[in-house]
């Protein structure tokens, strides 16, 4: 099992321009989060999927963010326009949810840079 | 709302000794996990509780549960170096794996 596998490990970008960030779940897992980790707020829900259904979104900043799920193989956060305050590591993880006690597989991140 | 809080946040040690993380939160679950963290690299699942008084272990490394004081610890024997990370609980607050972390305590292990 190859994990969680996230595109880009690394996005540089200046202000105003669109970033897309991709997250490919494992395979079987019907749960799909997004983090955000800062230094100064630590790690942040996003939003979570669970069969390609987006559950609770309360935790994306504002309207410039947004998130999709197609299929269960595939999904990807948005960020139209950004800006420096949007500079973090983005998380993606997938899980087999709570019935199963299954804990929350990360993948390696991308570290987002909005200059 | 609710809350997930670590204490020590920072923690320096040596190495052979014994000291205990700590993790409070503020409404019922019955769900608590642990994860590391190593600089600049992904998280690592540690440990799932998943009832009051549940213990796991796993080397230097031991994770309690007690629900009823919404309270767990992660306790390290006789350090090692390559112990040194964040460490982060999490709470599953509605039984579907949406975890809130807690700030995570950096721990460094010195020779």
């Known amino acids: 099992d190859a994990g969680v596998i996230q595109s880009p490990r690394h996005e540089v970008t200046e202000m105003g321009q669109e970033v897309t960030l991709r997250c490919k779940p494992i395979?079987?897992?019907?749960?799909l989060f997004w983090y955000r980790q800062t230094m100064m707020r630590g790690l942040e829900l996003l939003i979570y999927?669970?069969?390609?259904?987006?559950?609770?979104d309360s935790g994306m900043p504002e309207d410039r963010f947004s998130a999709k799920m197609p299929n269960a193989s595939f999904s990807t956060l948005k960020i139209q326009p950004s800006e420096p305050r949007d500079s973090a590591v983005y998380f993606c993880?997938?899980?087999?949810?709570?019935?199963?006690?299954?804990?929350?597989?990360f993948g390696n991140g991308t570290r987002l840079t909005v200059t | 709302e609710l809350k997930v809080e670590q204490n020590p946040l920072f923690l320096s040690m040596q190495e052979g000794k014994n000291y205990t993380i700590y993790c409070n939160y503020s409404?019922?679950?019955?769900?608590l996990y642990w994860y590391r963290q190593d600089p600049g690299k992904s998280l690592e699942s540690l440990f799932v509780?998943?009832?009051?008084?549940a213990v796991k272990q796993e080397g230097r490394l031991m994770a309690s549960l007690d629900t009823k004081a919404r309270l767990s610890t992660l306790h390290i024997t006789a350090a090692v170096h390559d112990l040194s990370a964040t460490y982060f609980c999490?709470?599953?607050?509605?039984?579907?794996?949406?975890?809130?972390f807690g700030e995570g305590t950096q721990l460094t292990v010195n020779p």
């Open positions: 993880a997938s899980s087999l949810g709570g019935r199963y006690n299954s804990p929350l597989h």
């Open positions: 395979s079987g897992h019907d749960y």
């Open positions: 999927f669970n069969n390609n259904v987006p559950i609770d």
């Open positions: 409404t019922t679950s019955d769900r």
């Open positions: 509780l998943l009832s009051n008084g």
């Open positions: 999490a709470v599953d607050k509605s039984s579907g794996s949406r975890l809130t």
